[in-house]
């Protein structure tokens, strides 16, 4: 089965630019996760949505970033203009319905994003 | 704010010698209680889960976990440690208010190099 696809893997770009990071959840779950990786700061999640609506964004870091879930089966995480410390790695992952509150994830492999 | 603390950043252990990783969590009443695994370059994959009952846990790979409420710890544990449990483990808490759905506040996480 296929698990969460995340792309690109890698990502380097220059201060300034647009990245799209974007995801693929698994088929059939209902509720997306991005999640930001950094030696710093550990595990953050940014935003999660949940039958294709955000629920909570309050871990975006600011206005350039933003989340959208267009449909159940794709997601894009842009940030616009890109700076250094934006460079991370940054996670999706997904969860079924039915599991409720349960909080089992699924992740991907990640997006690793070097801004120079 | 809900939180949760992994005191020990790097553990070194043998190879087949036992591994205990600690984890304390700041909400006492309930909580939903996770450990996840992250090989390098890789998503987080779930190991086991404690949402209620039996304090001893079994999960993937051979580790297993105990719940202990007066501690407020939930540490991981495997018997003997194999060199492809070379890896991060990320302790994780479930949101709080049941609204929060999956939400995850994981631990700084711990490095496991395992010694030949």
Redesign the interface.
């Known amino acids: 089965d296929a698990g969460v696809i995340q792309s690109p893997r890698h990502e380097v770009t220059e201060m300034g630019q647009e990245v799209t990071l974007r995801c693929k959840p698994i088929s059939g779950h209902n509720s997306l996760f991005w999640y930001r990786q950094t030696m710093m700061r550990g595990l953050e999640l940014l935003i999660y949505f949940n039958n294709n609506v955000p629920i909570d964004d309050s871990g975006m870091p600011e206005d350039r970033f933003s989340a959208k879930m267009p449909n159940a089966s794709f997601s894009t995480l842009k940030i616009q203009p890109s700076e250094p410390r934006d460079s991370a790695v940054y996670f999706c992952a997904s969860s079924a319905p039915g599991t409720g509150y349960t909080g089992e994830l699924f992740f991907g492999e990640g997006s690793r994003l070097t801004v120079l | 704010a809900q939180s949760v603390t992994q005191p020990d950043i790097h553990i070194t252990v043998s190879e087949g010698a036992s591994l205990e990783l600690r984890c304390n969590y700041s909400y006492g009443a309930t909580p939903?209680l996770?450990w996840?695994v992250q090989s390098p370059?890789?998503?987080?994959?779930?190991l086991l889960?404690y949402?209620s009952g039996d304090t001893l846990v079994q999960g993937i790979k051979g580790f297993e976990a105990e719940f202990k409420r007066s501690q407020s710890s939930f540490n991981l544990r495997k018997p003997s440690v194999h060199w492809s449990d070379a890896a991060e483990y990320?302790c994780?808490e479930?949101?709080v208010i049941?609204?929060?759905?999956?939400?995850?506040?994981?631990?700084?996480?711990t490095r496991v190099l395992v010694k030949p």
């Not at chain 2, 370059?41 to 779930?46: A, F, I, P, S, W």
């Not at chain 2, 609204?99 to 996480?109: I, S, V």
């Open positions: 939903y996770f996840y370059g890789q998503g987080l994959q779930l889960k949402f990320f994780a479930r949101g049941k609204a929060a759905g999956n939400k995850l506040t994981f631990g700084g996480g």
